[in-house]
């Protein structure tokens, strides 16, 4: 069984942090980290195309096609794609390909303090159009590949959907879970959540 670091319960729902790998976890969503594009080919998003299989990386490539006949980005960041899960049909729904901020990219960079919030924002707003999504599968957004400092991305992330999960309106997300396998950032977002614990909306419980 994956090892439970940390779950926080909000008004609408349960945030938890937790180890190992997303493709085996099972939910109504997996969330993959996506490039804008969407070509499967780095770090973690590379390996759900594999579990996923051929048929997902043709269906990506299939809509980077389309938006090229309109002069338009595959999926430009903060923005994500909804596909099939094909190969991993007995555990998820669907498959959502998210583009967060690169901080290998300066522009980016710059930014990221606002483009990691309204990424996980546009992500919730997909998640309402497919309907009642109560178990979300994602890894923490931007923070493999794409090089986002670690213990601001803990922080930033932690009060974004925690604000999310306790807003004014129901997201319809029951459970998000955050699945995790790098140690640094498994120790920032421990060491962030002990120091916040108290601002944080919602109440803590990972022991229950």
């Given at each position: 069984?994956?090892?439970?670091?940390?779950?926080?319960?909000?008004?609408w729902?349960?945030?938890?942090?937790?180890?190992?790998?997303?493709?085996?976890?099972?939910?109504?969503?997996?969330?993959?980290?996506?490039?804008?594009?969407l070509?499967?080919?780095e770090?973690?998003?590379?390996?759900?195309?594999?579990?996923?299989?051929?048929?997902?990386?043709?269906?990506?490539?299939?809509?980077?096609?389309?938006?090229?006949?309109?002069?338009?980005?595959?999926?430009?960041?903060?923005?994500?794609?909804?596909?099939?899960?094909?190969?991993?049909?007995?555990?998820?729904?669907?498959?959502?390909?998210?583009?967060g901020?690169?901080?290998?990219?300066?522009?980016?960079?710059?930014?990221?303090?606002?483009?990691?919030?309204?990424?996980?924002?546009?992500?919730?707003?997909?998640?309402?159009?497919?309907?009642?999504?109560?178990?979300?599968?994602?890894?923490?957004?931007?923070?493999?590949?794409?090089?986002?400092?670690?213990?601001?991305?803990?922080?930033?992330?932690?009060?974004?959907?925690?604000?999310?999960?306790?807003?004014?309106?129901?997201?319809?997300?029951k459970?998000?879970?955050?699945?995790?396998k790098?140690?640094?950032?498994i120790?920032n977002?421990?060491?962030?959540?002990?120091?916040?614990?108290?601002?944080?909306?919602?109440?803590d419980?990972?022991?229950d």
């Open positions: 069984m994956a090892e439970l670091y940390m779950a926080r319960t909000c008004k729902g349960t945030l938890r942090v937790v180890g190992g790998d997303v493709w085996n976890h099972s939910g109504d969503v997996l969330i993959t980290p996506a490039n804008n594009r070509s499967g080919r770090g973690l998003d590379n390996m759900i195309h594999q579990k996923a299989g051929q048929e997902l990386t043709q269906a990506t490539r299939n809509i980077c096609l389309e938006m090229r006949k309109i002069n338009a980005p595959p999926c430009a960041v903060t923005h994500n794609v909804v596909t099939e899960p094909f190969a991993l049909s007995d555990r998820f729904k669907h498959i959502i390909h998210v583009v901020p690169d901080c290998r990219r300066p522009n980016q960079d710059e930014n990221r303090r606002d483009l990691l919030p309204e990424t996980y924002r546009n992500l919730f707003a997909t998640l309402k159009e497919l309907g009642v999504m109560e178990n979300v599968i994602s890894p923490p957004l931007s923070m493999g590949v794409f090089a986002y400092p670690h213990r601001e991305g803990a922080r930033l992330t932690l009060e974004t959907l925690l604000g999310i999960l306790d807003g004014e309106e129901d997201p319809s997300v459970t998000f879970t955050i699945v995790v790098e140690k640094n950032f120790s977002m421990r060491t962030v959540y002990r120091e916040i614990n108290d601002l944080l909306p919602g109440i419980t990972t022991n």
